[in-house]
């Protein structure tokens, strides 16, 4: 169905182009803006003052700690390294996509 969908709206897109719809559009040829731009004004007021307390969300520590894990398990040569390392990147997905998804229904 989402296949369908894009497809539709491919298809639109270059209708309209066709027909001309879409020239000289505002901001045509610009850059879009940055994404933090399009949050809401109060999530980005937390976010700036997050960052200028030095605080980091655990999501991204979690990020990192992740990257890591894998790039370790990624140069282990011991097997028995490599399974702990695989189980370390399994709690730390698992640690790190409840993060994301709490964040993601806090913005709802």
Known sequence: MMR?????????????EAEGQL?????????????HALEDPA??????????AGVVPREFE???QLEQARK?????????DRKRLMAR???LEL???????AYR???K
């Open 62 to 64: 979690l990020k990192e």
């Open 43 to 52: 999530i980005a007021a937390g976010h700036r003052i997050m960052a200028q």
């Open 4 to 16: 369908s969908f894009r497809n539709l709206i491919e298809r639109q897109i270059k209708k309209a």
């Open 72 to 80: 370790d398990w990624r140069s282990a040569t011991d097997p028995a």
């Open 105 to 107: 229904k806090f913005l």
């Open 89 to 91: 990147i399994a709690e």
């Open 95 to 101: 640690a790190y996509n409840v993060e994301r998804e």
């Open 23 to 35: 020239a000289d559009l505002e901001g045509a040829g610009k850059p879009l803006p940055p994404r």
